[in-house]
C-alpha cells in the first residue's frame, strides 16, 4: 500500500537555529514527490516538486532533497514567518492520468524570535 | 488571478441536513478534486474529476456525492449530513499534465452538530 509518513509532527526552533523536516515514503514506482506550505486557516500551497534520486531544489530559506524511500526539508536560519505546518505528498506512477496524491499528515513548525 | 474559490468559508448544520459545497477555477485546468483536512490525518480524497465528464471516488468517499457541472466547478454534497462530516474541506485543482501541481482553495470548515 501506497504510504507517506512525515516527522516530526510538531517542531519548536528558535531564530536561526536550523532543522530539518523528514517525508518517508513507500510508493509503486515514484512519479514525483511535492511539497506544500499551509499557514493557519488557509489552503496548501506548493513549494517544490521532486523528481527522481539525488534531485535538490531552494527556495529562500528551504531546500528540499530526495532519496530512494525519503525526502528532507531543510530550513536554514529560520525566521518566525516560516512558521507553517508543511505537507509532503507522492504521487504513484500509475496515478499520471488522474494527478492523485497521496499525503502525509505534515508537520508543523514553530519559529520563536 | 483568483485561481480556485471555495464557497461558503464556513457552514454549520445539524445532523440530517444537506448541503452543497461549491468550486470553481479560472486556470482552464482538466483536473479537480475535494479533500478532506481532520487533525492527525492529513489530506484525504474523497473525489475526484480527472476531466470534464467524469468523476472517480477517492479515499473516503462515503456520505457524498460530487458533480462535475462544467470545466470550472466542481461541487461535492453531503445529502445527509452526520458529525463524522465535521471538518475542514479543500478543493484542488491540477495543472500542467508534465508539473502535476495540485493548486488548493481556502477551505470550507463545516461543522456538523
Known amino acids: 500500500e501506497d504510504q507517506v509518513t512525515q516527522s516530526p509532527e510538531a517542531l519548536r526552533l528558535q531564530e536561526g537555529e536550523s532543522s530539518s523536516l523528514n517525508c518517508s515514503y513507500t510508493?509503486?514506482?515514484?512519479?514525483?514527490l511535492f511539497w506544500y506550505r499551509q499557514d493557519p486557516g488557509k489552503g496548501p500551497e506548493f513549494l517544490f516538486t521532486l523528481y527522481s534520486a539525488g534531485e535538490e531544489k531552494e527556495k529562500e530559506r528551504l531546500k528540499a532533497t530526495l532519496t530512494k524511500k525519503e525526502s528532507f526539508l531543510h530550513i536554514t536560519a529560520p525566521k518566525p514567518e516560516d512558521s507553517a505546518t508543511y505537507l509532503c505528498?507522492?504521487?504513484?506512477?500509475?496515478?499520471?492520468?488522474?494527478?492523485?496524491?497521496?499525503f502525509g499528515q505534515g508537520t508543523t513548525l514553530q519559529v520563536k524570535p | 488571478n483568483a485561481g480556485v474559490t471555495q464557497t461558503p468559508k464556513f457552514q454549520v448544520l445539524k445532523t440530517g441536513q444537506s448541503m452543497t459545497l461549491q468550486c470553481a477555477q479560472d486556470m482552464n485546468h482538466n483536473s479537480m478534486y475535494w479533500y478532506r483536512q481532520d487533525p492527525g490525518m492529513g489530506l484525504r480524497l474523497i473525489y475526484y474529476?480527472?476531466?470534464?465528464?467524469?468523476?472517480d471516488k477517492g479515499e473516503v468517499p462515503n456520505g457524498y456525492n460530487v458533480s462535475r457541472l462544467n470545466k470550472r466547478e466542481f461541487s461535492l454534497r453531503l445529502e445527509s449530513a452526520a458529525p463524522s462530516q465535521t471538518s475542514v474541506y479543500f478543493c484542488a485543482s491540477r495543472g500542467q499534465l508534465a508539473k502535476n501541481i495540485q493548486y488548493f482553495g481556502a477551505g470550507t470548515r463545516l461543522s456538523v452538530l
Open positions: 510508493v509503486s514506482g515514484l512519479r514525483g
Open positions: 474529476s480527472a476531466s470534464e465528464g467524469t468523476t
Open positions: 505528498a507522492v504521487q504513484a506512477a500509475g496515478s499520471s492520468n488522474t494527478g492523485k496524491l497521496i
